[in-house]
């Protein structure tokens, strides 16, 4: 009973640490992505505001779909990239959280760029939510 207890708790708390920090990216107030677990050393909400400054950056600019691409650069970890310059990391916790792998959660988040980042590159930049 009480190895019962133990494991409950223990998956409780570790869903906790998934759902705990949330970080959201937006491009002209548009839900771009939402993060969900430390990774790389830095919160959800951090590597959020590290994203949207990248794309504050970046907006400006006319984006097309095929300026973002996607570079798997281990089982553990996949780049979305635009115009060749790093977005967003993708690493294994990330994944785990959305219950794929990175290389499958990274084509998901770069195609909704791909989506998004053309219709809004000329107008507003990301804000904070």
Known sequence: MLKVIMVVLV?????????????????AGEQVLVLRTTE???????????????????????I????????AVSRVRADILLKGTLLIAIGANEAKAHKANVLSLADVWAQRCKDI?????AGDTPTKP
């Open 11 to 27: 998956s409780l708390l570790s869903l906790g640490a998934f759902a705990e920090d949330k970080g959201v990216v937006l491009a």
């Open 40 to 62: 790389f050393g830095l919160s959800a909400s951090a590597r959020a505001d590290v994203i949207s400054e990248r794309l504050r950056t970046a907006i400006g600019e006319p």
């Open 64 to 71: 097309k779909a095929s300026d973002i691409t996607v570079r």
């Open 117 to 121: 980042l053309p219709k809004v590159c």
